[in-house]
């Protein structure tokens, strides 16, 4: 079957930062997607990852190894607005989003 | 600037009873996608539709029916709903269905069937 593992839930402190891993297993692989969406919204795109490597948009920055099935997502100089769930998608062989459950991360003063 | 808009933004249904679930989007996108999202679980897709005319089952699609007459529109129908169908559910659009294209998302509909 099909699977995508994050962690449930995370806390970090202001002005820190957090790494959110994500590892899957799909039937296929063309591309990964991460996903912010804070409580009672919808989910907005933050970033996509097909080839292996780091991209960096501003404070946060997505890491792919398709060989290892793993991603994280880096969010530096963490303030207040973070506070939300981060989702990871894999697009698979059929080119249908697989999703994750979300991490839940929690940002303290 | 809509996006995706959704209708009605939620809504208490009795077990047995039918609804429609209305989508819009004003981007032209080619590809619209129904999801539920239940707590503790990812989203889940129901249907998808990848141009007007076209539609397809996602992981979860018994108890709904979609259409796709147009680019803009795609609604979704609980012919008689269930109290498991309650949930929240997104409806989301993409230019394309392969690449990077990314998805955008409605504002969602929650939906309570009793």
């Known amino acids: 079957g099909q699977n995508i593992d994050q962690p449930t839930e995370m806390t970090a402190t202001e002005g820190a930062i957090v790494q959110i891993n994500c590892t899957y297993q799909?039937?296929?692989?063309?591309?990964l997607f991460w996903y912010q969406q804070h409580a009672g919204e919808a989910p907005t795109f933050l970033s996509y990852?097909?080839l292996d490597g780091l991209e960096e948009k501003g404070r946060f920055s997505s890491f792919l190894s398709r060989s290892k099935g793993y991603s994280y997502l880096l969010l530096k100089e963490l303030q207040m607005k973070d506070s939300a769930s981060y989702l990871c998608?894999?697009?698979?062989?059929?080119?249908?989003?697989?999703w994750g459950a979300g991490t839940k991360l929690i940002i303290k003063p | 600037t809509a996006g995706i808009t959704q209708a009605p933004t939620s809504q208490i249904l009795a077990a047995g009873r039918s609804m429609t679930l209305r989508c819009t989007q004003d981007m032209r996108h080619n590809a619209m996608y129904w999801y539920r999202q239940d707590l503790g679980l990812g989203l889940r897709l129901i249907h998808y539709s990848n141009t007007a005319g076209t539609t397809g089952k996602g992981e979860v699609p018994d108890g709904y029916s979609v259409s796709r007459a147009n680019t803009d529109d795609f609604p979704l129908t609980l012919a008689s709903a269930v109290p498991s169908q309650t949930s929240v559910y997104f409806c989301?659009?993409?230019?394309?269905?392969?690449?990077?294209?990314?998805?955008?998302f409605g504002p969602g509909t929650r939906l309570t069937v009793l």
């Open positions: 990852n097909v």
């Open positions: 998608a894999v697009r698979d062989s059929n080119y249908q989003l697989i």
């Open positions: 989301a659009s993409s230019a394309g269905s392969d690449g990077s294209s990314s998805q955008f």
């Open positions: 799909t039937s296929g692989f063309n591309g």
